[in-house]
């Protein structure tokens, strides 16, 4: 018998699946508290590289705290930044909680890794300078770079070790709703050579990976293609996601594609709107396969307009391979993305 975990891993595998698959539904997913990084839940935190973070009710995601820079200078990297201790992190104790529920017969499972390595850049040093540093300082750069790839695959190296996913979904955003942030010829140069080792060290723990940008990324699709990933997402919108599938969905796993500013996570969007918007994203992007049907959702309401839609949609192809779903989840569940969107 089919499982959602096969019919999901298909279209990871640039197949064409029974049925149009979805983390929200196919997915366990965790933010791996083994992590020393980035923020414990509301309020300030101080994490292993010395950065402070704010979370608040109601804000859409952590941010460095307001006036914080904890590297001035990326020339002094090694004498001012200690590259932290993964190892010491509690990696058993927090597995076997983060992955408790995990359903690992019937869903793919996969962990997600914040600020990967323009990310954690940028969080030490300030976004404007960092983009400075890639022009006035590129040798510091990539010498902090590399180091900093080496702390990366340790991490999944452990993550497999204790967490055992089927995925890891690496972060590391390079567009605004434009541009990208920075050249290709520069990325190509400085962030590529430490990425590919980082895809590698991710498929010889023998999961799959999946890389997170947000905004335009369309000119470095053809590179992540030679890096070797296996997915991208949140392909948004100003990236024509129909276009770009249609033409590379042999070789990458495109996961998204929805119009998520202008209508599903826009402040006061409506139900049927956004049911309007995943029927449309839906029968236009599930033909041909190698596509998970997964809006980043900050408003976790978004969850039961999307699985309205796909238990509709899905219904008639599930039927024809004999595959009986679980009852459909009336209440919206708050994922990774969405625990934070409680209003003050």
Not at 234 to 262: H, M, S, T
Request: charged share 30%.
């Amino acid at each position: 018998m089919m499982t959602a975990r096969e019919n999901i891993l298909m279209a990871y595998h640039h197949e064409e699946p029974y049925w149009v698959p979805s983390q929200y539904l196919d997915q366990n997913t965790c933010l791996y508290t083994a992590t020393q990084e980035g923020v414990k839940g509301f309020g300030r935190f101080v994490d292993c590289f010395g950065i402070s973070w704010d979370y608040r009710p109601g804000d859409e995601g952590p941010m460095v705290t307001k006036g914080t820079r904890r590297l001035e200078d990326i020339e002094d990297w090694r004498e001012t930044l200690p590259m932290p201790d993964c190892e010491s992190w509690p990696w058993e104790e927090s597995a076997a909680k983060d992955t408790a529920g995990w359903d690992r017969k019937n869903k793919i499972s996969s962990v997600i890794m914040i600020n990967g390595l323009f990310e954690q850049l940028h969080s030490l040093t300030g976004f404007e300078d960092a983009l400075c540093f890639l022009l006035t300082a590129e040798d510091a750069v990539c010498d902090f770079l590399d180091a900093l790839a080496d702390f990366r695959i340790r991490q999944i190296q452990l993550i497999a070790k204790y967490y055992r996913p089927d995925k890891i979904q690496f972060h590391d955003d390079y567009g605004e709703a434009r541009n990208t942030f920075m050249s290709v010829e520069t990325w190509r140069r400085i962030f590529k050579p430490r990425l590919k080792r980082i895809v590698e060290a991710v498929h010889g723990e023998g999961m799959l990976y999946e890389h997170h940008s947000c905004g335009y990324v369309a000119p470095l699709i053809e590179e992540f293609i030679d890096l070797g990933a296996d997915a991208l997402n949140p392909l948004q919108i100003q990236n024509d996601p129909f276009a770009l599938k249609k033409k590379y969905r042999k070789e990458l796993c495109f996961v998204g594609g929805f119009d998520n500013q202008g209508i599903l996570d826009r402040p006061g969007a409506t139900y049927e709107e956004r049911v309007k918007e995943i029927r449309f994203r839906v029968e236009l992007m599930a033909p041909g396969g190698s596509w998970v049907a997964h809006p980043t959702m900050v408003d976790p309401m978004i969850g039961k307009a999307l699985v309205d839609v796909l238990y509709e949609y899905n219904e008639p192809l599930m039927k024809k391979v004999g595959y009986l779903p679980l009852p459909k989840p009336e209440i919206p569940v708050k994922n990774v993305y969405s625990k934070g969107y409680e209003k003050e």
